[in-house]
C-alpha cells in the first residue's frame, strides 16, 4: 500500500474505532500508549533515517499503523456517544417519565404525516441543554436526543438554532439483536408541541442557518406549479434535497422491495449533477481547472450539510472534492485513496458511524463498484469495441448503436456490481433478497438521474424565471410518476422479493 498510504491510514483508524466503541479501556492507558507508540514510530520510521532499510521501514510502518490504531481507540472512547462510555447519567435513565427539557434545535426539522388536520408532526434533534422531570429542580443534562414534535399546523414550529423548552416522555426503542446499545437508537422524546415555549432564536451557527433556509427555499420552488401533485413533489423532495420522511409509505415500501431505496440517499448521483452543472458554469467563464475546487468546496459541503449529513452524502462530498483536488497539487484522482480519506474524515469526527448501517452500506457498495465494474464491464467493452481490421469507417447510425450499446452495457455492469456488493448484506440485516433488483435498477436508476438533473434545472433557473422552473417541475411529474409506476409493477411480480 506504499502507492495508497491513506488506505493502510483508513483500515487502522477503523480497527481502532471499532475497538473504541466495543472495548472498555481507561482512556489514560490509551494515551499513553498512542503518545508511545507515535515516538517509536517517529524514531523507526524513514522520516527520522532516510537512508534507512527494508526492516526498519517496516518496523516503522507497523508502529504507525499501532499507533494509529491506539489513536483512534482513544478518540472514540472520549467520544460523547460511545455505547460504553462511563460518564455521567444518560437520558435514557429517564425513559417512562414525564418531563421538561430546554435545548437547541439542532437540524432542520422535517415534517412528517399527522394524526388529524389541525396537527403537525415533525422531527428533529435537539442538543439537550437541561432537564426537568415532573416535580423536581431542573439539573444539566447533555447530549442530542431525536424528537417527535406533535403540534398545531399554525404558528411558529421549531427551526434550525431556536431554544425551546417542551414538554414530553422519552421513549425507549427495543434495540435489534446485535445492534449497539447507544442513545440515538433507543431512545426519543415524544413532544407536546401544543404546551411547548419558544426560548430564544440564534443559537446555532450562521452557515448551517442558511444552508437550511436555503434547502426550505428550494423545497419550495420544486414545488411551483404542481401543487396538485403533492405524491409526486414529495418523491421529488426526498430524492433532491432529502425530504424522506414526506414519502408516502406505500411508496417506500415498493421501493425497498426492488431494492431501488437507495436513490433517496443523497449519493454520488446527486454530488456528480450538481458538482457537474457547478463545472459546466466555471468553464464555460474560462476557470481554469486546478481552481474549480474552490467554487465546488463551499457549494457542495452546503449541500451536504443542507440535506442532512447522511453519511452516503458525506462520503460522495468528500470523494468529489478530493477527486477535484488532485489537478490543484499534481496528482492524478484515484478512488480507493477518496473513499479512504473519505472514511477517515467521518469517523474522526464521528466514530459511531461505523455503527451505522446507513455507513457500512455506503462505503461496501462504492468498494464493490471500484472493484467490480471494471470486471463486469471488461465483456461489454470487448464486445462493443469496432473491428480493428475493418477497412472502410463505420457509418454514423452504427457508430450510435454500438454508443448506445456501451451505454447499456455499462449500466447493467454497473446495477450487477452494486448488486453483489449490497445482496450479501441486505439479506444479512433485513432478510430480504430481491432478485428483480438489477432489472429493477437499469429502468429506475436513469429515470432518477433524470428526475435529479431537471431538479437541479428548476432549482437555477427558478430564481430568475419562475416559468422555466414550471416547465422543469411539470417534467418531474412525468418522469416521478413513470417512476413510480415502474417500482410498483416490479414489486407486484411473483418473486420480487424472498
Not at 423545497?219 to 421529488?236: N, S, T, Y
Not at 441486505?426 to 432489472?439: M, R
Request: glycine share 8%; with cysteine.
Amino acid at each position: 500500500m506504499h502507492r495508497r498510504p491513506l488506505i493502510g491510514l483508513a483500515l487502522a483508524y477503523g480497527a481502532g474505532t471499532w475497538l473504541g466503541l466495543t472495548w472498555r479501556v481507561p482512556v489514560w492507558a490509551l494515551w499513553s500508549g498512542a503518545a508511545a507508540a507515535w515516538a517509536a514510530a517517529w524514531a523507526a520510521g524513514p522520516a527520522a533515517r532516510p537512508a534507512a532499510g527494508a526492516a526498519r521501514r517496516v518496523a516503522g510502518g507497523t508502529l504507525t499503523a499501532a499507533a494509529v490504531v491506539l489513536t483512534a481507540w482513544t478518540a472514540a472512547r472520549v467520544h460523547p456517544f460511545n455505547p460504553t462510555a462511563t460518564g455521567p447519567a444518560s437520558l435514557a435513565e429517564l425513559a417512562g417519565a414525564p418531563l421538561e427539557i430546554e435545548g437547541v434545535v439542532a437540524d432542520d426539522p422535517e415534517s412528517v404525516a399527522a394524526a388529524h388536520g389541525r396537527a403537525a408532526a415533525r422531527r428533529f434533534r435537539m442538543r439537550v441543554e437541561r432537564v426537568r422531570v415532573a416535580g423536581g429542580v431542573w439539573t444539566a443534562r447533555a447530549g442530542r436526543l431525536p424528537v417527535r414534535w406533535l403540534g398545531p399546523s399554525r404558528g411558529w414550529a421549531p427551526r434550525y438554532g431556536e431554544r425551546w423548552r417542551m414538554r414530553g416522555v422519552i421513549e425507549s426503542r427495543a434495540r435489534p439483536e446485535g445492534e449497539p446499545d447507544t442513545l440515538g437508537r433507543r431512545c426519543v422524546l415524544r413532544a407536546d408541541g401544543w404546551s411547548a415555549r419558544f426560548v430564544a432564536a440564534g443559537q446555532g451557527w450562521w452557515w448551517p442557518e442558511a444552508c437550511y433556509a436555503a434547502r426550505r427555499a428550494a423545497a419550495r420552488c420544486l414545488a411551483a406549479g404542481v401543487e396538485d401533485h403533492p405524491a409526486a413533489v414529495a418523491v421529488v423532495k426526498a430524492l433532491l434535497l432529502g425530504y424522506r420522511l414526506e414519502l408516502p409509505h406505500t411508496t417506500r415500501q415498493v421501493f425497498a422491495l426492488t431494492n431501488t431505496l437507495h436513490i433517496f440517499a443523497i449519493s454520488g448521483t446527486h454530488v456528480m449533477v450538481m458538482a457537474g452543472l457547478i463545472v459546466f458554469a466555471l468553464n464555460a467563464v474560462g476557470v481554469a481547472r486546478p481552481y474549480w475546487v474552490a467554487a465546488l468546496a463551499p457549494l457542495l459541503a452546503g449541500y451536504t450539510l443542507a440535506t442532512g449529513l447522511q453519511a452516503s452524502a458525506v462520503r460522495a462530498c468528500v470523494m468529489a472534492l478530493v477527486y477535484w483536488s488532485a489537478p490543484a497539487v499534481g496528482r492524478r484522482p484515484d478512488t480507493l485513496s477518496a473513499l479512504a480519506l473519505a472514511a477517515l474524515a467521518i469517523l474522526a469526527a464521528a466514530p459511531t458511524q461505523l455503527l451505522d448501517l446507513g455507513f457500512i452500506l455506503s462505503f461496501a457498495v462504492v468498494l464493490g463498484l471500484a472493484l467490480l465494474y471494471p470486471r463486469f464491464y471488461e465483456p461489454v467493452r470487448r464486445w462493443t469495441a469496432p473491428d480493428p481490421l475493418r477497412v472502410q469507417p463505420e457509418g454514423r447510425p452504427a457508430r450510435w448503436a454500438r454508443a448506445a450499446a456501451r451505454a447499456a452495457g455499462s449500466l447493467a455492469a454497473l446495477s450487477c456490481a452494486a448488486w453483489a456488493a449490497s445482496a450479501p448484506l441486505t439479506a444479512h440485516c433485513f432478510g430480504t433478497f430481491s432478485p428483480i433488483s438489477v432489472p429493477a435498477n437499469l429502468a429506475i436508476v436513469p429515470l432518477a438521474f433524470l428526475a435529479i438533473l431537471a431538479g437541479c434545472l428548476a432549482l437555477l433557473s427558478g430564481p430568475c424565471l419562475l416559468l422555466a422552473a414550471d416547465v422543469f417541475n411539470h417534467a418531474n411529474v412525468a418522469l416521478v410518476s413513470l417512476m413510480v409506476g415502474l417500482a410498483e409493477r416490479a414489486a407486484a411480480l411473483p418473486g420480487a422479493a424472498w
